[in-house]
C-alpha cells in the first residue's frame, strides 16, 4: 500500500521559511518523479514544483521559483519543499504526489500517488 505523508505545515509570518517534507512508503521511491502541489481554499489545486527521479532536474512554477527548494533524499524516501521568503499568497494546504510517468509533471493528473496535504498558513 504507496503512503504519501507530509508534514512540516503550520503558521509562519510573511518573509519567513518553513520545510515541508513528504515521506514516502510502499513503492519503490527511486523510480518515481515527484511534485509538489497547492490549494486554496475556492482555488484549483495547482503545481509548485517537481522533480526527477534522480534529482538531477527540477521544475517550479512562476509563482515561487527562485524563493522555494524541491530536492530528494533517494536513501529516505523523503522528499522536501524548502520555501523561503514566504508570502500570504502561499497559504494553501500544500500535497505531494507521485508519478511514473516522464511529462506534464505539472499537471496533477500526472500523479498516481497522493498524500493527504499539510496547511500552511501565512501571516502579513
Known amino acids: 500500500q504507496v503512503q504519501l505523508v507530509e508534514s512540516g505545515g503550520g503558521l509562519v509570518q510573511a518573509g519567513g521559511s518553513l520545510r515541508l517534507s513528504c515521506a514516502a512508503s510502499g513503492l519503490t521511491f527511486s523510480a518515481y518523479n515527484m511534485g509538489w502541489f497547492r490549494q486554496a481554499p475556492g482555488k484549483e489545486r495547482e503545481f509548485v514544483a517537481a522533480?526527477?527521479?534522480?534529482?538531477?532536474?527540477?521544475y517550479y512554477a512562476d509563482s515561487v521559483k527562485g524563493r522555494f527548494t524541491i530536492s530528494r533524499d533517494n536513501v529516505k524516501n523523503t522528499v522536501y519543499l524548502q520555501m523561503n521568503s514566504v508570502k500570504p499568497e502561499d497559504t494553501a494546504v500544500y500535497y505531494c504526489?507521485?508519478?511514473?510517468?516522464?511529462?506534464?509533471?505539472?499537471?496533477?493528473?500526472?500523479?498516481?500517488?497522493w498524500g493527504q496535504g499539510t496547511q500552511v498558513t501565512v501571516s502579513s
Open positions: 522533480i526527477r527521479r534522480s534529482g538531477g532536474n527540477t
Open positions: 504526489a507521485a508519478t511514473g510517468r516522464l511529462i506534464s509533471l505539472g499537471v496533477p493528473a500526472t500523479y498516481d500517488y
